[in-house]
């Protein structure tokens, strides 16, 4: 199997068991062929490298998923300001916004720095 195929395998394999470890990843490419753990490591962290991949845990721990695409958040996050407003309106948002207050506070700054780019690109009418 050539580099980029074991790539492709490496890539498909987390994506479809979902959050999973170096060893199970090689323990299913063992099934097809012998390969070493260190090799399907390497393949993990240039994945890691290349923002393919999100490593969590601790290094003899480490557990990988894969890095949603840029559609998939987006599609998430206007599910979620729909579901959000739809249910609970202003109220709703006021609350979302303590929530991102207390979890991440310099968030608020950007979301300040996103809305006043926003409004400057509004046609003035």
């Known amino acids: 199997m050539e580099q980029g195929a074991l790539r492709q395998r490496v890539l498909w394999i987390v994506r479809e068991q ?3 470890s170096a060893p199970e990843v090689c ?3 063992r099934q ?3 390969i070493s753990l260190n090799t399907v490591q390497t393949v993990l962290n240039r994945l890691v490298n290349q923002a393919v991949l999100i490593r969590s845990g ?3 721990h480490y557990v990988y998923t894969v890095q949603p695409s840029e559609a998939t958040v987006k ?3 206007e599910r979620a300001a729909r579901d959000l407003l739809s249910l609970s309106g ?3 948002l006021a609350h979302f916004l303590d929530t991102i207050d207390e979890i991440r506070p310099a968030t608020i700054a950007k979301l300040e720095r996103l809305l006043a780019e926003r409004r400057d690109q509004r046609p003035k009418s």
């Open 27 to 29: 323990s299913i490419l």
């Open 18 to 20: 979902g959050p999973c």
């Open 75 to 77: 599609q998430h996050a």
């Open 32 to 34: 097809e062929r012998p």
């Open 58 to 60: 601790s290094r003899r």
């Open 90 to 92: 202003e109220v709703g």
